[in-house]
């Protein structure tokens, strides 16, 4: 059974900081491509990083400078480094790996960014 678990999340100051962990069983990430992705109250979900299966990473232009994707290939973890952190970055913050022909969600972790 393949189950992704983020951890991390919590409440920070804005300008703050905050490390998603990501844990994977039953799935070897460095064999899917893994993406953060959030949803703020009221909004849709949306892809905020993404590491590929070569290690090459995207993110896009809300992001970028301020969020780092990285993984760890003995532990099995991909991680999610945030630095100053916005109000607007309030978010559940899901991991998902998807592969060829599938895709796996984790349950989310929640961050409010707030003073």
């Known amino acids: 059974q393949v189950q992704l678990v983020e951890s991390g999340g919590g409440l920070v100051q804005p300008g703050g900081s905050l490390r998603l962990s990501c844990a994977a069983s039953g799935i070897i990430f460095e064999t899917y491509s893994v993406n953060w992705a959030r949803q703020a109250q009221g909004k849709g979900r949306e892809m905020v990083a993404r590491i590929n299966r070569d290690g090459t990473t995207e993110y896009p232009s809300a992001v970028k400078g301020r969020f780092t994707v990285s993984r760890d290939i003995a532990k099995n973890m991909v991680y999610l480094q945030m630095v100053s952190l916005e109000p607007e970055d309030s978010a559940v913050y899901y991991c998902?790996?998807?592969?060829?022909?599938?895709?796996?969600w984790g349950q989310g972790t929640q961050v409010t960014v707030s003073s």
């Open positions: 998902n790996a998807v592969g060829s022909m599938i895709a796996y």
